[in-house]
């Protein structure tokens, strides 16, 4: 297969797959995102694990339930004489007991265990948001490159619309000797240049196409597209203020914040882990009775009632160590709380210079260099239709509106990442398309 029909064939069949998706909104392209995304989905379930430990974390330890008996295998069965001459059972006291033993916290365990679980449940559930603030923002800047993508497939058909049709008026003028076979030539070449380009526009907006389809999960049995502007109008914000609530809100730094709540709360759990625990026990025993007679022993049978107390003596192990332990974990945990922090403030400050020198960039498209090439482009056509240019300045006019108009899709998606990074580095802000 030559190169122009494989070319032909793939940009049918490009036609074909782009007519394929269903189209969705930002608002419902991220509503699907939040909804059906599998890493998100499984996420969740850290909470569900630190809510149900925290839960644990409240419950006192269980008690203790110790059942007893012995059996006298010698003589159970075994006769002998007795104390009165007679034939007497020799079997020995058999006794059946059961008690309960339960064991009680000292010192405030059971109240810093429960702080320190549910500061990591906070810190858990920061966490979560903050994968929810990356995958938005990663399935954000998926949907404006599908949005950009689609404003390329656009712009390059109405370019190879154009140059089709020159191409055939071109053909026109030839079988009438108005123009020589190499202007003909050119034309056709300038035509397959700008058809491949297409084609090329078409795959990409394609594979962008299956970019936002892996943020969706397994119930979507489709492609989707992206519907919307790709232009975004100009955020207005004091740096100073997004610097102050990115390092208020930020879900990472929430999340950190939280764990050195926890750390600092594990330092008295520790503490308290020094006081021993003590186990309380109650027991109830029954003692069979042997025969009045035995010649051994005549013991009657009776009720016994016992309690005992049992506690671990603190003489090797005093919980220093732990305590120790705590401490640096408290002060680790501060380290990374402090440099996530200053972290936090150059990502902001890095997103808001990226935004704004694409805002210049966007602008200055804008302001005069989409006019001139359009006018430029405008005066070449107007000008070959009756002699005044020659083919190589038309063609070369449409080129550099092409790339002109390119260039400037390229800023308007440059300038709606730049706002999605400023947004990711806040934990602030929505954006509509």
């Known amino acids: 297969m030559t190169r122009p029909i494989a070319l032909a064939v793939l940009f049918a069949a490009q036609v074909s797959f782009a007519a394929t998706p269903q189209s969705l909104t ?16 499984a996420q969740r379930y850290n909470v569900d694990i630190a809510r149900a430990q925290l839960a644990a974390a409240k419950l006192l330890p269980n008690p203790a339930l110790q ?24 079997r020995q006291v ?20 429960i702080r320190v679980a549910d500061q990591t449940l906070q810190a858990t559930a920061a966490n979560l948001d903050d994968f929810l603030r990356n995958l938005k923002a990663d399935a954000s800047e998926a949907f404006v490159l599908a949005l950009a993508t689609k404003a390329t497939v656009e712009q390059q058909r109405v370019a190879a619309g ?92 929430l999340a950190l914040r939280h764990a050195e709540e926890a750390a600092s709360n594990s330092v008295d759990l520790a503490r308290s882990k020094i006081v021993p625990d003590v186990d309380l026990g109650v027991t109830y025993g029954y003692n069979g009775p042997v025969a009045v007679d035995h ?31 705590a401490r640096s974990q408290v002060e680790q945990a501060k380290a990374q709380f402090a440099a996530a922090q200053t972290k936090v403030e150059i990502e902001v400050r890095t997103a808001d210079s990226q935004y704004r ?12 260099v989409l006019a001139s090439a359009t006018a430029v482009l405008d005066a070449k056509r107007y000008s070959y239709q009756r002699g005044g240019s020659t083919l190589l300045e038309l063609l070369s006019a449409q080129r550099a509106a092409n790339d002109v108009q390119q260039a400037y899709q390229d800023a308007l998606a440059e300038v709606a990442t730049a706002l999605i990074e400023l947004q990711r580095a806040t934990g602030d802000g929505e954006l509509k398309f």
């Open 94 to 113: 058999e006794s059946r007991s059961g008690g309960l033993t339960q064991t009680l916290e000292l010192g405030g365990k059971r109240t810093w265990r």
């Open 295 to 325: 010649p051994v022993d005549p013991t009657p049978s009776f009720h016994q009632l016992g309690v005992t107390v049992t506690m671990t003596l603190p003489l090797y192990d005093r919980g220093q160590h732990d305590v120790a332990i």
């Open 26 to 41: 930002y608002d419902e392209f991220i509503a699907a995102v939040i909804d059906g995304n599998l890493g998100y989905a």
């Open 162 to 253: 154009y140059l089709a049709d020159l191409s055939r008026a071109q053909e026109i003028r030839y079988r009438a000797g108005g123009i020589s076979e190499v202007d003909l030539t050119q034309t056709r070449l300038e035509e397959f240049e700008f058809r491949d380009e297409l084609v090329k526009a078409e795959d990409a907006a394609a594979r962008a196409q299956l970019a936002l389809a892996t943020f969706l999960g397994p119930q979507n049995d489709r492609l989707v597209g992206a519907e919307g502007r790709l232009e975004q109008p100009p955020a207005s914000y004091d740096l100073t203020n997004l610097i102050s609530r990115a390092l208020e809100q930020r879900p990472d730094l």
């Open 67 to 90: 059942l007893y008996g012995n059996r006298d295998l010698t003589y159970h069965d075994a006769h002998g004489i007795g104390t009165d001459g007679e034939r007497v059972l020799l």
């Open 357 to 368: 020198s694409a805002l210049q960039r966007a602008a200055a498209f804008r302001s005069d």
